[in-house]
Each structure stands twice: as C-alpha cells, then as structure tokens.
C-alpha cells in the first residue's frame, strides 16, 4: 500500500492498495499458418502437443480515496472476492485453450492473458 499527493484535497489521501495471486494453467502455442516444423522450433515446450504447463502471478492494483468513515480504499475481502471470480475460477487449473472461450481462435501466449485480464477490466464486469 502507498500513498499519493495526487487527491482531490490534502485531506484526503489517495492510496494505492494492491494484491497478488499465482496461478497454474496449461495451452499449447501452435499457429495453423505455420507448419508442424515450423511451430516446433518456434514455441518450443509450449508446442508440446498435449499441452504445457506455467505458473502465472496477477497482481491487482485498486486506487482511490479513503473511506472516511471504513478507513478503506476497498474492503480487502471485496477484493479477493473479485480476484478469485475474474482470474482464479476462470483460469486456475485449467487448459485455457479448451477451458477459456477468450482463447478459442488466439495463439495463448503469456501478453494474451494480459490482453484477456485488461479487456475483463474495461468490460467492467
Ligand atoms: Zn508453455
């Protein structure tokens, strides 16, 4: 947690609250416009054809006023809670090539699941 100048008044400090979680998935890197050689060399392990497994860490970082009257920016288990329906019940332990509809028709590299988390975030769900 930190704090920051950049409130809209000093006596309301904006904080910084972030959390982490680590999760475990399985894909297998293959383009279908690339030939089985070509994709061996390419994505190497993670063209392994039953799959491949990485430990991913999200980190979540939630910005904002303190509550004058909770003395919180967000209620951590709020957080959590929104953590664990947002990446861990849709990604943990799971083959996101078959398990993810996001991942359906895209190469599963690491900056995906960015992309997937940000537009969950945009989406506002
Ligand atoms: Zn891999």
Redesign the pocket.
């Known amino acids: 947690m930190s704090t920051s100048g950049d409130g809209a008044s000093s006596k309301q400090p904006v904080v910084y609250i972030s959390r982490s979680e680590v999760f475990s998935a399985?894909?297998?890197?293959h383009s279908h416009q690339l030939s089985d050689e070509e994709n061996r060399k390419l994505?190497d392990?993670?063209n392994?054809p039953n799959?491949?497994?990485?430990n991913y860490k999200v980190e979540v970082v939630v910005r904002g006023p303190v509550d004058p009257v909770t003395g919180m920016v967000i209620n951590l288990s709020d957080l959590k809670k929104y953590i664990d329906e947002s990446v861990m019940s849709v990604l943990d332990h799971k083959n996101i090539d078959k398990d993810v509809p996001y991942f359906k028709d895209v190469v599963r590299?690491a900056a995906c699941i960015q992309f997937y988390l940000i537009d969950y975030e945009m989406d506002g769900e």
Request: charged share 15%.
């Open positions: 399985s894909h297998r890197l994505y392990k993670c392994n799959g491949h497994g990485h590299y």
